[in-house]
């Protein structure tokens, strides 16, 4: 009788735990970590990034588990990411609305890779970002970084080719060019 309320008692807490933790926020779908190696992959940029850098946070219309996702990425930059000589300032925008937005580089939320996604970034030479690398096999993002084991950077041949992007030569001997 004790171990079934020691065993009810736990699975209260934990289910009582999950709940605060799922109500607390979501982990984006680039930890710090990755956008700390983002930031580093930036100053291989030629022309690097400078000045007051919008960073235009896309999330899929419609869809609210992209929206928290882009909501979460925009907080671990915060109000303003020194990169080099760029400070980086988020812009949560959806993707239904981000061709009339002004921006130099673009971070996909879950499930916010798309053709419109890419051509908006191609339009404003900008490199669009994501965690999801079938979308940079697929040409609709440019470049995926994936840190768990070890740092990997995924780039988009044509799609750095397309925006009008130049990497250092240093940098693209880094890297898997797809």
Do not use: W
């Amino acid at each position: 009788m004790l171990y079934r309320t020691l065993v009810a008692i736990l699975l209260v807490g934990l289910t009582a735990s999950a709940s605060l933790t799922a109500s607390a926020g979501q982990a984006a779908s680039l930890p710090p970590s990755e956008i700390q190696i983002l930031g580093k992959a930036l100053t291989f940029l030629d022309p690097p990034l400078a000045g007051e850098t919008t960073v235009a946070i896309v999330y899929a219309a419609g869809n609210l588990d992209s929206q928290h996702d882009a909501e979460a990425l925009a907080a671990e930059i915060g109000s303003g990411l020194r990169i080099g000589e760029a400070v980086l300032t988020p812009l949560v925008v959806s993707s239904a609305t981000l061709a009339s937005s002004r921006f130099s580089l673009v971070i996909t939320a879950t499930g916010a890779a798309s053709v419109p996604v890419i051509e908006a970034a191609r339009a404003q030479h900008a490199l669009c970002v994501t965690a999801d690398l079938a979308a940079v096999e697929a040409g609709t993002c440019t470049m995926a970084i994936h840190s768990t084991r070890r740092v990997e950077i995924f780039v988009n041949r044509a799609a750095v080719s397309q925006a009008g992007l130049t990497f250092a030569t240093a940098f693209r001997m880094m890297v898997h060019e797809l």
